[in-house]
């Protein structure tokens, strides 16, 4: 099974998986419907591995990761195996019981051959007899003829085979040996003299990152399959009986321990503002119609006063522009009565209207009477739509004018590369506007200059983005 990486899209951590490489700390595991993945944290990255331990109800399709409800961004996806990834495969074969199992060991050699046909040349392969303890018959490294050619020397023996210590045994040779993953498969029939202390086993296999694979055979006492079960599927490998096994051992015998992928999740441009917690990241599977969560801590650099202040504006600038209005008019309301507690001058009497000189009448003032003021300019924001290349006008009118993709804004300029509060008009007290860019990531540019603030005249062209605009008046 291949994960399909092209449909992964990451927007958006991983340790090492309990059964991959070498013991690792601070592990963030989650085991669902067939999928483990995990979570590796570090400085500048989250690294997230996932393989199957059975096989899953849909492919792995989607992965994405944010931090505090923003988005990160994973650099690479890396199906396995890597270039620089081995597997170390054990396989051993339990050919006792004597010649009234004839029959039974040749299904069990006749599987292990077929594994050892399907050798790839990132995997390391141990061939080993159950009889014994555990014997060694010859070892390869992708060369699977000289594996077939050991298994066929393999006798049948009379002896009752202690699987325990076989296992046991594969388990410490499989942990010293340096490699990407490791996996033991048995093909037996499950009796085994003394029982297998399975408990001891499990620890074992996930202390080391083994995972074992138990074929359990159609033999004349196939004993504790519920047993064989729990112990396999424990340590992340998988279980087969009776006509499952022949076929998953006809198909592809290293579906499962080959399966999965890396993401490497970028930590660049991740800040933590001072008012939030110090949050994980989150990090969301998707396959199907279903989704895996997990969570790992990070630790990132603490937002600078201009980082602070820009995101501030861009999800907040409304709020703060009507709230700072609403303290203005409850300042006016409350001024408001003062303005007319001014005393009127007192009436003149009669008789001081009498008693006062008449004013000659002389020329008008050389100023001539008072000049009305200039009408008020009007302004107007024109573009053109992306997608349908329509014209869009909109008058600017008001002491703060607001643009950007949100709906919130005074105007609403829809375009995946404007930001959803990407400006914003600001009127002087002579009527003249100034544009100020509140968006970090989408430029805002006065004829193709990037600007912060620039005081606005009348007939400049406007950028947002991608989207170009004409401020006129």
């Known amino acids: 099974m291949r994960t399909n990486l092209y449909r992964v899209l990451v927007v958006t951590a991983g340790l090492l998986l309990p059964t991959l490489g070498h013991a690792q700390t601070d592990q963030f595991v989650v085991r669902q419907d067939g999928i483990v993945a995990s979570l590796l944290p570090s400085a500048e990255t989250v690294e997230l591995k ?151 086993l499990s620890e074992a296999a996930r202390a080391g990152h083994v995972k074992v694979y138990v074929y359990l055979t159609r033999g004349n006492d196939p004993t504790g399959a519920d047993a064989w079960k729990s112990f396999a599927e424990g340590t992340g490998g998988g279980f087969y009986t009776g006509d499952e096994a022949i076929v998953a051992s006809l198909t592809d015998p290293f579906e499962l321990l080959d399966s999965g992928a890396t993401a490497e999740i970028s930590l660049a441009g991740a800040v933590h503002y001072f008012w939030e917690p110090a949050g994980p990241v989150h990090v969301t599977v998707s396959y199907g119609d279903r989704d895996m969560h997990l969570e790992a801590p990070v630790t990132v650099p603490e937002a600078d006063l201009g980082q602070t202040t820009a995101y501030v504006w861009e999800h907040y600038g409304n709020t703060i522009g009507f709230s700072l209005a609403a303290v203005g008019w409850l300042l006016a309301l409350a001024l408001l009565p003062f303005a007319f507690r001014k005393r009127r001058p007192a009436a003149a009497t009669a008789a001081e209207v009498h008693s006062a000189p008449a004013k000659p009448a002389g020329p008008l003032s050389k100023s001539g009477p008072t000049q009305p003021l200039p009408e008020n300019r009007t302004y107007r924001l024109t573009w053109a739509d992306p997608s349908s290349g329509q014209k869009t006008g909109f008058a600017v009118t008001g002491a703060r004018v607001t643009v950007g993709r949100s709906r919130d804004n005074t105007i609403v300029i829809a375009g995946d590369t404007v930001s959803g509060h990407q400006a914003v008009f600001i009127r002087g007290e002579a009527g003249a506007y100034s544009v100020v860019n509140l968006s970090e990531t989408n430029p805002t540019l006065v004829n193709e200059e990037s600007v912060q603030t620039r005081e606005l005249k009348g007939g400049e062209r406007l950028r947002f983005g991608l989207v170009e605009a004409l401020f006129e008046v």
Not at 66 to 76: F, I, V, W
Not at 83 to 88: F, K, N, P, Y
Not at 142 to 155: I, K, N, P, Q
């Open 50 to 200: 996932w393989y199957f331990s059975a096989t899953p109800p849909a492919e792995v399709d989607g992965v994405t990761a944010e931090y505090n409800g923003r988005p990160l961004t994973a650099t690479s996806v890396t199906e396995y195996p890597g270039e620089a990834d081995s597997t170390v495969v054990l396989c051993i074969v339990d050919v006792s019981g004597g010649a009234a199992r004839d029959a039974d060991i040749g299904e069990r050699k006749g599987m292990a051959g077929t594994l050892l046909a399907m050798v790839q040349p990132h995997h390391r392969v141990g061939l080993y007899s159950a009889v014994g303890g555990l014997s060694s018959a010859a070892e390869a490294n992708g060369a699977a003829m000289v594996s077939l050619e050991a298994l066929a020397a393999f006798g049948i023996s009379e002896q009752v085979p202690d699987l325990g210590s076989s296992i046991g045994k594969a388990i410490e040779i499989a942990t010293s040996i340096e490699t990407t993953r490791r996996g033991i498969v048995l093909f037996t029939d499950g009796h085994s003299n003394p029982a297998p202390d399975f408990a001891a």
